[in-house]
């Protein structure tokens, strides 16, 4: 659905956007993370045709951006960064608006307008006008609008911003639904636990240039290492480290708790259950030590990987 | 084609609903379509009641025409600001980038925008215009001659797409709505020498010169619609900031084009001045072209206004001629630097003007001297007098420095009152605007003052006692 190869853009003489190279599946998330200013937007608005890339291609939906701008874009839904609705239009005058904008017949339009207006909870305020709305209200709207002619294709920049949490449960539903859908979705959001919830794909951008890129378990595995277990026991051990079985390394304890790396640890922990049971150490918990995509993507920003290979993706 | 139309109508649709939603637009649009045109009314009947009563008829005559021109042309001036909040506002509130990520392709949405703020202004015009024709037939009677109408008509629409047009261009250098109206003094200047010129031609009452306005500013509207299409696209609007007073890249930008490459003077003229003059090629034969039909409706106007003959005695141009401008102190070095710096105002003059009309009113200013030219060339010939002595004796000794230097002056400056109507490739108005003040200022500085300084000298200390060697005593 969406591919890129190479993908920059330069304006003037300040590089924007460096050789950005990207493959999302119909049904799958990419969630493009990255600090203010690291070329995000412009790789978006080149997706949408609206920029033209400098060098390197992209094929959004079948089509290429620079060759077939109009049916990209009719392709794309786009949530921009600054929704930029008319503050005194009525929300389901807008919506009608874009959808004539799309192509889209009347009959179609009016149907659209009352499913979107009542899934985003919008149906009660559909005449009044958008500016009179909350922020959330005018997110949902804005968001409503890049679905309205229901696009293959979904680029949303900050779904979520500014949404109270049971709004953005809300959308966070509606991109799973969509992703069910069949529809490409890339995000470009600051919110890294919502790209841990959506993503499939995770590429971390900076300076233009994606320094790492893959599933967020195999960024975990790259940029953290492999992944450690905890161990709780219901006595002490008194100093002494317990009998593990082969394939288990321990990194870390303290009075009642151990800490371990497993090679292959479906078939390692059952084995060292099992150990600790022989031995009469008793088990209270044994669990995966939580590794968050905070940290993948502070330690992809901190420079260290900056020459990183990408991972594969899949 | 109408399916291609259609997208550019749905904006145009949504905007001019959008305007009258608000009462900043609404309240000026029926002042000016209702209240305006009846007062107006009012005053051309008083005016004409007033007028009658000294005999001054013709007064009260013209009058009503040119309150048919100013009622015609208040509502469009709306059209500025709409044109203004519609391409600019759009920047500003980015409610711009959700249309530009739909399937609308860059001339559907400037159509649309175009058409937006043209059409209620317009309409607003001739329903003003329509109250006051249908007041003055009521009260007295009057109606304008079928052909006036239609040229105040068209005057009108012109005007008003000319405004948005050159709305769009200005838009196109700015994100805020506030810069935007400072650099709309690009539009309002030179719209208020033309209105300036067109009540002029009311009140002359030679309405056939109206035409010449229509067609001008077809040619003008034509040209900024060409510039604004240009500009108006996907990745100017979006790929530039814009508004910042980055006063250190003007002057680096300036400075690029003036001084270039060039390490002396010789090698500054080698690189920079020369190769100047043959980009401007075309400007240089254009103005030429433009000084020589000057010249040619000059010496015409010489059959139109005829000197009396006593004033063309050129044989009586004897010694004491030169005796008597000697006592007068002409022969000086000050009388030089007089002559030069008067010379330099003019061409200032010119600069100026042309910068604020697209170059033709710095062009109009340019031709004045070549028209009288023309005009004393065409009286002596009507005289009698050898035309080719006259020019020999009081044109040729300075002007063969002096309108190079007008023709360069004027070739430097179409270029740079042209750049707002001329698009430049991947530069911005503004960048291409220094670019040409910077070849305006190398023909001025390499050329133009030198060339004026040698026609200064010629014509203070060689001109003047020249005319008795080649008139006195014939």
Known sequence: MIVTEGLCKLFDSFLAVDGVSIHVRAGEVLALLGPNGAGKTTTVRMLTSVLKPSRGWARVAGYDVVEQGAKVRAAVGVLTEQHGLYGRMPAAEYLDFFGQLYGLNPASRGKRVDQLLEKFGLQNVRRQRIGEFSKGMRQKLALARALFHDPPVLLLDEPTSAMDPESARLVRDSIRDLRSAERAIVICTHNLAEAEELADQIAIIRRGKIIVQGTPKALKETLLGPVEFEVRLGSALNGRSPQVPAGVRITAQGTDWFRYHAIQPEHANPRLLRALLEQDVPVISLHEIPRSLEQVYLKAINHAYETMEVPDAR | ?474
């Open chain 2, 1 to 474: 084609m109408l399916a291609e139309l259609r997208p550019a109508l749905i904006i145009t649709r949504r905007e001019i609903r959008d305007q009258f939603r608000d009462w900043r637009i609404i309240i000026p649009i029926l002042v000016l379509t209702v209240l305006f045109p009846s007062l107006m009314n009012f005053t051309a009947h008083q005016a004409a009641n007033f007028v009658q009563r000294y005999g001054a008829t013709a007064v009260g005559d013209r009058l009503m025409p040119f309150l048919l021109m100013v009622v015609g042309f208040f509502p469009i001036s709306v059209s500025l600001v709409i044109a203004l909040e519609s391409f600019v506002g759009e920047k500003e509130r980015h409610s711009i980038e959700p249309l530009l990520c739909s399937p609308l392709s860059d001339w559907q949405l400037y159509l649309g925008k175009l058409l937006a703020a043209t059409v209620p202004p317009l309409i607003a015009s001739y329903i003003g215009i329509g109250v006051y024709l249908i007041g003055l037939y009521r009260k007295i009677g009057w109606t304008p001659e079928p052909d006036l109408l239609v040229q105040i008509l068209l005057l009108t629409t012109v005007q008003a797409v000319v405004m948005v047009s050159g709305a769009v261009v200005v838009s196109s250098q700015t994100t805020s709505v506030r810069a935007a109206n400072l650099l709309a003094s690009f539009i309002i200047i030179p719209m208020t020498f033309l209105i300036q010129g067109e009540s002029v031609v009311m009140f002359w009452a030679n309405y056939d010169v109206l035409w010449w306005a229509i067609i001008g500013q077809i040619v003008v509207a034509a040209l900024l619609i060409r510039t604004g299409v240009s500009k108006f696209n996907r990745e100017e609007l979006l790929g530039r900031e814009l508004d910042v007073i980055n006063l250190r890249w003007g002057i680096s930008t300036f400075w690029r084009a003036f001084i270039g490459h060039a390490t002396s003077p010789f090698d500054w003229y080698q690189k920079e001045v020369f190769p100047t003059l043959r980009r401007l090629n075309m400007p240089l034969g254009l103005i030429a072209a433009t000084l020589a039909v000057g010249m040619v409706v000059g010496a015409g106007q010489a059959r139109v206004f005829v000197l009396p003959a006593d004033a063309l005695q050129l044989e009586n141009l004897g010694k004491g001629f030169v005796t008597g401008l000697e006592a007068i102190r002409f022969f000086s070095v000050e009388n030089v630097s007089a002559v030069w710096l008067h010379n330099l105002r003019v061409m200032m003059l010119a600069t100026v003007l042309g910068i604020f009309s697209f170059g033709v009113l710095g062009i109009l200013v340019l031709m004045v001297p070549m028209m009288l030219i023309g005009y004393f060339t065409g009286a002596v010939a009507g005289a009698g007098i050898s035309p080719w002595l006259f020019m020999l004796a009081f044109v040729v000794p300075h002007g063969i420095l002096e309108v190079p230097a007008i023709i360069l002056v004027g070739a430097a400056i179409l270029r740079l009152g042209g750049t707002l109507a001329a698009p430049s490739p991947g530069k911005t108005i503004g960048e291409a605007w220094l670019q040409a003040f910077g070849d305006w200022t190398k023909v001025i500085v390499g050329l133009v003052l030198p060339l004026l300084l040698g026609a200064a000298l010629l014509e203070v200390f060689v001109t003047p006692k020249l005319v008795p060697l080649i008139f006195g005593g014939r």
